[in-house]
């Protein structure tokens, strides 16, 4: 079955008027909040939806419904503007260290690790599949073809990041003592 | 996948329900200008912060550009008077 952004994506490539704006309501909060919860940092989140859907609109045809979903479709485009995005910044700090913005303080000082903190502190490549699995109800083969790696990697990466999560909340320490 | 992976750790997966996000009411048009801008505007380190902070440092910048300005005054001097 077609989810309703397929659809209306479908009727933005036949130049419906407004379709375009019914994805971006449909679509805009799952993409900002993966981009969020692994950047943690609101306006370059705010900057890849936007690149996002750009892009989209600029290649609109290069949409095809029958190779998958629009959602992962978004998702793989979202994922390499940001990778791009994160590695030219870093590259320019490299270069000009004094010119890099401040980053902002937003860790809780509390004596356990918040959920945000342990995510954040997770390696990239372990971030983003858990995200995608986990807040975004997506598959192990969908994973794969938004990061470009095979499923069994994904699930190899799940599951380190679902133990090292684990070890940074103390949660296996709660879950044996309530036994 | 076949199995659930957090089916087993229901306090984690309390743990990852407790991560919500406000998205924030943004265009779907990015505006190059207004990047610029927060570009320019945004807070940066001060180059100079660790000179600042000792007092030796901080002599050296004071006396530095007075420095300078004496010796440009003096080829100056030598040169047209």
Known sequence: ?179 | MNQDPFEKDPLLKQKLDEYHVEVPDFPDKPSPWERFIRLLGSPAKDPLENMVTTTNGFLLLKVIPLTATIIIGLIQALLFL
């Open chain 1, 1 to 179: 079955m077609m989810e309703r952004e397929d659809e209306w994506m479908l009727a933005f490539q036949k130049g419906e008027e407004g379709a375009l704006d019914r994805v971006y309501l449909l679509m805009k909060p799952s993409i900002y909040t993966f981009i969020y919860r692994y950047t943690r940092d609101e306006q370059l989140s705010i900057d890849i939806v936007q690149d996002t859907f750009e892009k989209l609109q600029n290649y609109k045809q290069d949409f095809d419904p029958q190779k998958g979903k629009l959602k992962s479709y978004l998702f793989q485009m979202a994922y390499r503007i940001m990778i791009t995005k994160l590695n030219r910044r870093k590259k320019w700090r490299s270069l000009l260290p004094f010119l890099a913005p401040l980053e902002k303080e937003d860790y809780h000082h509390e004596d356990r690790m918040t959920i945000r903190d342990a995510i954040t502190k997770l390696p990239d490549k372990h971030r983003a599949v858990i995200l995608l699995f986990y807040y975004h109800d997506m598959s192990q083969e969908e994973i794969g073809e938004i990061l470009n790696i095979p499923s069994g990697t994904v699930k190899s990466r799940l599951h380190h990041a679902i133990k090292r999560l684990k070890e940074e909340l103390g949660v296996d320490y709660y879950e044996s003592r309530s036994l």
